[in-house]
C-alpha cells in the first residue's frame, strides 16, 4: 500500500466493548464519494470491464451503475446521474434494443443493467420509454429464462439445471423493482421462490455456509452426486445472496405473505457470517471458512458485500441491531487493508478476485485450489462496487440516529393531483413521496429516511388519530380549483386537529407557493393560528435559465437551522407576514423568506415555495454554486431534532 489516505486518517476509531465505533462523518468528503469519484476518472466515458479493450453490456456496468446512483442520491450532485444517462444511452437504441445485448445466451448476468434502465425510466422524460422498452426486453428474458424442475432460474442456457448465488443477484432485485413498478404482482411468489430453493438445496446443515450453486442433474463433474452441490463455500457468492436479499426487500410488497420468509433467510444468515468474521481484522476469507489455511486471502468485494448486508439489514430492521457492530468493524477493516491513495490522488481498491466459477473451459472445478488460483485484481469493479455500497451505509449510520423511531407525514389529501398513466389510470403526482421526476418529493424522502425517519403519507382530512403517529406534518401547495376538480380546503376542522397537535408536541411544515399556484386563502387561516400569514407578493421571478434571480444567501451568522448550506434557490416564492410567537428564520432585502413559530410544545416551519422537490435538489437542473440538496438535509435533520416526544 502506497500511503493510508488522508481522510482515513482523521476518521475516528474508538476502541470500545464489544466492537469498534467509526464515525464515518468526520470525513471531509465521503468516501463513496472519493471512491466514485475516482471510478469515472478511470472510466470517463464508458465502463471498461476485466481486461476487455471493447464495451459491453454486462453485470459489472449494472453493479457500478447502482454505486453511482446511491452516491447521487447522497450528494444531489447531477454529474452521477449524467454519468448513468451517458453510460446506458451507449447502449438503448430508441426502439428498446440493447447494444451488444444477446437475449438467446439467457445469461441471467445480463439483467443487472437493468436497474439502471429503471432508474433513468422513472427519472427521464421525453424518452424514457426507450428505457422501458429495454427493461421490458430483459423481464421478457426472465419470463422465458430455461429453469430447473422445480422453477429455478438456470445460471445461463449453457450451464443446463445449475443454479448459482450469482444469480440471485443479478435477476431478483431487477425483477422485484420492475413487478412492483408495472405492477406485476404475481411475480413477487416467483422472486421468493429463487431464495427458496438455494435455502433447500444449497445451504450447508452444519455451518450455515451456502455452497456457490448446485446441479439439479448432479451431471457436473463438481457437483456432489448425492446433493448437486460444488464442493465449497466461496465467500463471494454469499455476498450476492446477502446483497440480493436486502436489495429485494426494498421493493417486496410489505403485506405479501413470502416477506417473511426472505427475512428469515437474512436472519439466519447474518449470525453465520459474523462466525466467520476474523476476529482481529474483521474481514472475511475469500474461501470463507478456511480462515488462514495455506494461500487463503482477506478478498475485498465479498468483506464488502457482507459489511452492506449487515449494515443494511440492522438498518432497515430485518436483523438485530448489534450487527452494525460488525459491519463497522469490518468496514474499518476494509479501509485499512484494501485502501489505498495512487500518486495521482485517486483511490484504489486491492485484493479483489477477477472471477469464480464453476464448469466451462478450462474446467473449474470448484475446489479449494481452483478458487485460490483465479487472479487477484486492484481496482476491479466487483469490488468497488460493494465498497461504495458498504460505504454508503457507514455514512448513513454515522447520522441517522436523529430520526430513529421518528415518522414524517406527508399530506396528500389538501394536495392531491393527479395524472394519467399511459394504460388509462391515474396515480398521484406533483410533492409526492413517490414521484422521482422533478414534480416530486422522493429525494427529500430518501434523505428523511437516511437520517432514519420513517416517511408516510397522510392521505385523508387531519384527525387526532391519523396524526397520532406523525412526528412531522408536512403540507405542500394546497389545491387550487385550476389543479384539482374538488380540492379539499383547509376547513376550521382541520385547523383544530392540526393546532392541537402542533401544541401537544408535532412539527408541522407548511410551503405555500406564489398566489397564482396555490390556496392561500383558506392556508392562511392555518397560518394564522401560529402568527405566520403567506403574501400575495411574489418575489425572487426567474426568467428561464438565470438562476441567479433565485439566489437567495444564508448569513454566516444564521446557521440555526442551515448549518452547511449558504447560497439557495427559490423562485417565485409568496415572503411572509409575521406576528408573535413567529419569528424570522431568514429575511432578505426586507422580505422574511423563511418562518418559526414556536406553539405549545410544537413548532412550525413556514416558507412561500415548495422549493425542496426534486427538480431543486437533484443537481440536473440549477447550476452547482446553489446548495439546495444541503439545504434540505439540514432542515431535515433541524425538524427532526424539534420533534418532543409525546
Not at 459489472?60 to 454505486?67: R, V
Not at 410489505?254 to 447474518?270: G, S, V
Request: charged share 25%; with cysteine; hydrophobic share 35%.
Amino acid at each position: 500500500m502506497k500511503k493510508l489516505l488522508r481522510s482515513i486518517s482523521v476518521i475516528a476509531l474508538f476502541f470500545s466493548a464489544p466492537a469498534i465505533i467509526l464515525d464515518v462523518s468526520a470525513q471531509e468528503i465521503p468516501m463513496s464519494r472519493q471512491m466514485a469519484d475516482s471510478f469515472i476518472a478511470r472510466h470517463k466515458d464508458s465502463i471498461l470491464v476485466g481486461k476487455n479493450t471493447v464495451t459491453k453490456w454486462d453485470y459489472e456496468q449494472g453493479l457500478m451503475l447502482k454505486a453511482i446512483e446511491k452516491v447521487w442520491y447522497r450528494t444531489g450532485e447531477g454529474k452521477y446521474f449524467e454519468y448513468i444517462r451517458k453510460d446506458i444511452d451507449q447502449y438503448v437504441k430508441p426502439d428498446g434494443s440493447i447494444r451488444t445485448y444477446k437475449f438467446d445466451e439467457f445469461n441471467i448476468d445480463n439483467i443487472p443493467p437493468g436497474r439502471a434502465l429503471l432508474t433513468l425510466y422513472q427519472q427521464t422524460q421525453p424518452d424514457k420509454e426507450k428505457y422501458k422498452k429495454a427493461a421490458d426486453l430483459l423481464w421478457k428474458q426472465l419470463e422465458e429464462q430455461p429453469r430447473t424442475k422445480e422453477g429455478g432460474y438456470w445460471h445461463k442456457k449453457r450451464y443446463p439445471y445449475q443454479m448459482w448465488l450469482d444469480g440471485l443477484f443479478m435477476g431478483e432485485p431487477f425483477a422485484a423493482e420492475y413487478s412492483l413498478l408495472f405492477n406485476h404482482p404475481e411475480h413477487f411468489d416467483d422472486i421468493a421462490k429463487q431464495f427458496a430453493l438455494i435455502e433447500k438445496y444449497a445451504v450447508d446443515e452444519k455451518t450455515g455456509l451456502i455452497y456457490h450453486a448446485y446441479d439439479e442433474s448432479r451431471e457436473q463433474k463438481w457437483a456432489d452426486k448425492t446433493t448437486g452441490r460444488s464442493p465449497n463455500f466461496w465467500a463471494r457468492a454469499i455476498g450476492w445472496y446477502a446483497i440480493a436479499l436486502v436489495d429485494v426487500l426494498d421493493y417486496f410488497p410489505k403485506d405479501h405473505p413470502k416477506r417473511i420468509e426472505l427475512i428469515q433467510y437474512l436472519k439466519r444468515l447474518a449470525p453465520v457470517l459474523t462466525k466467520y468474521q476474523d476476529k482481529q481484522s474483521g474481514l472475511w476469507y475469500q474461501v470463507i471458512d478456511q480462515g488462514n489455511r495455506k494461500g487463503n486471502y482477506f478478498e475485498a468485494s465479498a468483506s464488502c458485500m457482507f459489511i452492506y448486508a449487515l449494515a443494511k439489514g440492522s438498518r432497515m430492521g430485518y436483523i438485530d441491531p448489534s450487527f452494525e457492530a460488525n459491519a463497522k468493524r469490518g468496514y474499518a477493516g476494509a479501509l485499512k487493508q484494501f485502501v489505498e491513495i495512487e500518486s495521482d490522488g485517486l483511490l484504489s481498491l486491492n485484493k479483489t478476485v477477477s472471477v469464480g466459477g464453476l464448469g466451462g473451459t478450462p474446467y473449474r472445478d470448484g475446489t479449494y485450489e481452483y478458487y485460490l488460483s483465479e487472479p487477484i485484481r486492484k481496482n476491479d469493479l466487483k469490488g468497488i462496487g460493494p465498497f461504495i455500497f458498504a460505504s454508503i451505509e457507514m455514512e448513513i449510520a454515522a447520522e441517522n440516529a436523529v430520526g430513529k423511531g421518528k415518522t414524517v407525514g406527508l399530506d396528500y389529501h389538501f394536495n392531491q393531483e393527479t395524472r394519467k398513466l399511459p394504460e388509462g389510470k391515474s396515480e398521484p403526482f406533483h410533492y409526492t413521496w413517490e414521484d422521482r421526476l422533478h414534480s416530486g418529493f422522493w429525494l427529500w424522502g430518501q434523505t428523511f429516511r437516511e437520517l432514519g425517519a420513517k416517511t408516510v403519507a397522510v392521505s385523508g382530512a387531519p384527525t387526532a388519530e391519523r396524526l397520532k403517529d406523525v412526528d412531522v406534518y408536512i403540507i405542500v401547495d394546497p389545491d387550487t380549483k385550476k389543479e384539482s376538480p374538488n380540492p379539499n380546503f383547509i376547513q376550521t376542522k382541520d385547523i383544530n386537529v392540526i393546532e392541537n397537535w402542533v401544541k401537544d408536541g408535532g412539527v408541522l411544515v407548511m410551503m405555500a407557493n406564489d398566489t397564482a399556484n396555490c390556496e392561500i386563502t383558506h392556508f392562511n387561516e392555518l397560518a394564522k393560528k401560529f402568527g405566520i400569514q403567506f403574501s400575495t407578493k411574489n418575489r425572487n421571478m426567474v426568467q428561464g435559465t438565470q438562476f441567479e434571480q433565485g439566489k437567495l444567501m444564508i448569513p454566516a451568522d444564521n446557521k440555526a437551522i442551515f448549518k452547511t448550506a449558504s447560497k439557495i434557490y427559490i423562485k417565485e416564492l409568496s415572503p411572509l407576514l409575521l406576528s408573535s410567537p413567529a419569528k424570522s428564520a431568514l429575511t432578505d432585502q426586507g422580505d422574511v423568506i423563511l418562518g418559526v413559530s414556536k406553539y405549545g410544545k410544537g413548532t412550525v416551519f413556514a416558507v412561500g415555495d415548495p422549493w425542496l422537490y426534486n427538480e431543486y435538489v437533484d443537481g440536473r437542473r440549477i447550476d452547482t454554486s446553489f446548495e439546495n440538496f444541503e439545504a434540505g438535509k439540514d432542515l431535515a435533520d433541524w425538524l427532526l431534532k424539534q420533534v418532543v416526544k409525546k
